[in-house]
């Protein structure tokens, strides 16, 4: 099976027949709308990183109403939830130990009167920290709401200050307020963060794993011989097993857009047109991927497994959990060779930020280039196979 | 005569293992020239050769007049080819794959039309064209595969273990459509390792470990053993034959039924010196008859030559 002649009518007919083996294909069927929903599922409703319900194991060993604001300023900020009262701080280390409670803040007994002597007051909190993250925007919301406190507490006590000496005239600054305004996922909702990444993973799974397994199934099954000693051109094979995946991925990008706004109510302000472009060039990248995979796969089963070797870390290595800029060097270096973080830049620009190609245009360069070089490297071996 | 396939020295070797081992010969244009050999003595890598599935170590050949080297592509159009496992799309219907492995031929319209209701014919598919063809008759399937194959009317045609697992009624229809062909003119490349197959073949090839040992028409190679072949027939026939194996004028002994296969060298008088034997044992109830040799005599004798 050689040559890189492309006969319309005959391509036509090969498209067509891998339409209806993919239709007819359980396991196939299966990957095609199950993963999607699937995925949905799991990203849209179970995966949360938002930090909220923070359980508080307390010890209030002062009992005033200023320790009891306190604890009432935690509880009302909406992160905080009053989990126990306890009667001593060895009781804590139970239910931080469970993973009961997320946390044990013990009030002093002498809060009030250190309060308002004047003296530092100090509150004791032990976190839970085996979610370091977790931890570390607890620890923030901590602060932020103990200087809350303080801060109100000073002003009061100096507006006491000046209102007992009499002059009325002398004006009162509120302390510098700081007003954060965080733009493009206001809500900092994980969902919306997660959602449209969602989108490269399946189009990458989907392409990767059934394009392979479609190469390999005509091997199994001995068509493959067929096909190989009928007048099929090379060029043909290759565009008439990748093509019916490419139009799926399209239609999936498509699909699972609309249900991301539509029903997950993920905002979406860049261009759709540019979404559908872009991802052209993306599923180039995972189709010559899978071209690969199904050179080096003699079982859909092996086809199955390696897509996953692919996969598993090309997500990693996308930031579709873990920023890239965190990563140590060389693997910020690795990823420049993963399509998946270029799209995966790319619809998160378009989902969030609304931007479009003026904006994107070195991800979308990047992943033409890797694209180009990607799959004449594997056409290139695919066809060694048949020599 | 026409020659449609011939090879020189062909050789295939696999990581230093020759699964074809410098093997010459011609088929003429409407033979049906047979492949016959045990499992694993090339066959199947021979033909993958001439199909341009597999392409050779050393040596040369055409098909059709092409090179299989360097003219595949023009010897596409003109061969046919029936792999040993079941190659259409099962997934699919018997219509299905008919178009789709016409269509890839370059056949449309009326034409593929015409060639799929020959097959149609041909395969006995009856109303089952819109059948997915998991789940037809396996004598069916193999005529159905076979259609697959000659759907682009091709001269040469390459059947690789056609019959393997098929019953002996569909074999001998099959055989019938074979014969079929050969007589429109069509050249059949055949291999099996069915000995009463092989003697439907005009000539044929016996291959052992890579190599051709004996090449000629069944009736020739048959003619051309050095030995002749008796029955014996006695009650105690399981004694008998332990008592006579080892004897040292009797090449071969093989048990058939209740009879007594018997190859001796013709040198020898087996009726006479036999009888000496069982009179001495005191066998007297038995009778010894002379009986024509059968391909697998041939090949058995070859292979025991060989050390096989």
């Known amino acids: 099976m050689k040559g890189i002649l492309i006969r319309p009518a005959i391509l036509k007919s090969f498209i067509m027949k891998e339409f209806k083996q993919i239709l007819r294909d359980k396991r196939m069927k299966m990957m095609l709308f199950g993963s999607p929903v699937l995925m949905l599922i799991v990203f849209g409703y179970a995966v949360n990183t938002d930090i909220s319900e923070i359980k508080m194991a307390v010890l209030d060993s002062d009992k005033t109403s200023e320790s009891r604001q306190l604890l009432r300023k935690f509880t009302s900020s909406g ?16 239910f931080l130990d469970k993973g009961e409670a997320d946390m044990f803040i013990h009030i002093p007994a002498d809060f009030k009167k250190n309060l308002y002597s004047g003296k530092a007051t100090e509150l004791q909190i032990i976190l839970d920290g085996t979610d370091s993250s977790r ?4 620890m923030a919301y901590i602060n932020q709401i103990s200087s809350d406190f303080s801060v109100e507490y000073l002003t009061q006590k100096v507006r006491m200050l000046v209102l007992s000496r009499g002059s009325s005239s002398v004006r009162f600054n509120e302390p510098l307020p700081v007003k954060e305004r965080i733009l493009f996922n206001p809500d900092l909702t994980s969902r919306n963060f997660y959602l449209p990444g969602v989108l490269s993973l399946l189009v ?15 091997r199994e099954s001995g068509t493959m011989e067929q096909i190989i000693v009928s007048p099929l051109s090379s060029a043909e094979f290759i565009a008439g097993k990748t ?35 872009s991802s052209i060039f993306y599923i180039m990248c995972t189709l010559s991927v899978s071209l690969y995979i199904s050179t080096v796969s003699q079982t859909q089963q092996q086809a199955m497994l390696s897509t996953f070797l692919f996969f598993i870390p090309a997500m990693m290595l996308s930031g579709f959990i873990f920023p890239i800029y965190a990563m140590p060097e060389i693997f910020q270096y690795i990823t420049m060779l993963n399509p998946m973080r270029y799209f995966m830049a790319i619809i998160r620009g378009i989902f969030l930020k609304g931007v479009g190609f003026t904006v994107l245009w070195h991800e979308l360069l990047a992943l033409t280039v890797l694209g180009s070089v990607l799959i004449s490297l594997s056409i290139r071996r695919f066809n060694r196979g048949f020599e | 005569m026409e020659i449609s396939v011939e090879v020189q020295n062909l050789t295939k070797r696999f990581d230093g293992f020759t699964a074809v081992d410098s093997i010459n010969f011609s088929v003429m244009k409407g033979e049906i020239f047979g492949f016959l050999g045990p499992n694993g003595a090339g ?35 003109t061969i046919g080819y029936m792999s040993q496992k079941f190659s259409l799309y099962s997934d699919l219907t018997v219509r299905e794959n008919l178009q789709f492995f016409g269509s890839i031929y370059g056949l449309t319209g009326k034409k593929l039309q015409e060639r799929i209701d020959y097959v149609r ?6 109303d089952r064209m819109d059948s997915p063809v998991d789940i037809l008759p396996g004598g069916i399937k193999q005529r159905l595969a076979l259609g697959g194959a000659i759907l682009h009317d091709p001269p040469v045609l390459f059947l690789d273990e056609p019959t393997s697992g098929v019953d002996p009624l569909m ?21 099996t390792h069915y000995m009463d197959e092989a003697e439907h073949c005009s000539r044929m090839a016996l291959v052992i470990a890579g190599k051709i040992i004996a090449l000629d028409t069944p009736d020739n190679l048959k003619r051309s053993l050095p030995y002749s072949v008796y029955a014996l027939r006695t009650d105690d026939f399981i004694k008998v034959f332990d008592k006579i194996a080892k004897l040292d004028f009797i090449e071969e002994a093989a048990i058939f039924g209740s009879d007594i296969h018997i190859l001796c060298d013709n040198k020898y008088k087996l009726k006479s010196e036999l009888g000496k034997v069982l009179n001495k044992s005191g066998i007297t109830d038995y009778r010894i008859e002379r009986i024509p040799a059968t391909l697998e005599d041939v090949f058995v004798t070859h292979a025991r030559k060989l050390g096989v």
């Open chain 1, 243 to 277: 093509l019916p995946f490419a139009i799926i991925g399209v239609a999936e990008i498509s699909v699972i857009t609309l249900i991301a706004i539509a029903w997950f109510k993920v905002p979406f302000n860049g261009s759709f047109v540019f979404l559908i472009f």
């Open chain 1, 204 to 218: 990458a799974l989907i392409t990767i794993m059934l394009t392979s397994m479609s190469v390999v199934k005509e």
């Open chain 2, 43 to 77: 066959k199947s890598t021979t033909i993958k050769m001439l199909c341009g599935i597999l392409s050779p170590t050393e040596g040369t050949g055409t098909v059709s007049g092409y090179d299989i080297v360097t003219e595949q592509d023009k010897i596409k159009n």
């Open chain 1, 135 to 138: 931890a570390s925007v607890i």
């Open chain 1, 79 to 94: 992160y905080f939830t009053h989990y126990v009262s306890l009667e001593s701080p060895d009781e804590a280390a139970k």
């Open chain 2, 171 to 191: 074999r001998r229809n099959f055989w019938e459509l074979i014969y079929d062909f050969s007589r429109k003119g069509k050249t059949i490349f055949v291999t």
């Open chain 2, 121 to 126: 014919e041909m395969a006995g598919i009856g």
